[in-house]
Nanobody
């Protein structure tokens, strides 16, 4: 069973930055698209950023220009640099394939205070 472990969340003031990490228990080299998702209280999980194995990225409009996704296949890891954070970014953040194929990890809580 593939394990995904997210880390790097925390409490930050609006305008601040955080860098999230996701470590996979298997090689992600052959996985075409990895993504970061988030789920805010009372809301459905949403996909906020994706990255292909070739490095092409895509972002939800709500985070475009503020978040940057990257991946290090050698380290079996995916990252999310989050800048200019807003209270609306408060959520639990998860990584997975673009189709959510793997068992979801615990996620990492991001809380942005105003």
């Amino acid at each position: 069973q593939v394990q995904l472990v997210e880390s790097g969340g925390g409490l930050v003031q609006a305008g601040g930055s955080l860098r999230l990490s996701c470590a996979a228990s298997i090689s992600i080299f052959s996985i075409n698209i990895m993504g970061w998702y988030r789920q805010a209280p009372g809301k459905q999980r949403e996909l906020v950023a994706t990255i292909t194995r070739y490095g092409s990225t895509n972002y939800a409009d709500s985070v475009k220009g503020r978040f940057t996704i990257s991946r290090d296949n050698a380290k079996k890891s995916v990252y999310l640099q989050m800048n200019s954070l807003k209270p609306d970014d408060t959520a639990v953040y998860y990584c997975n394939t673009d189709g959510g194929w793997f068992t979801w990890g615990q996620g990492t809580q991001v809380t942005v205070s105003s």
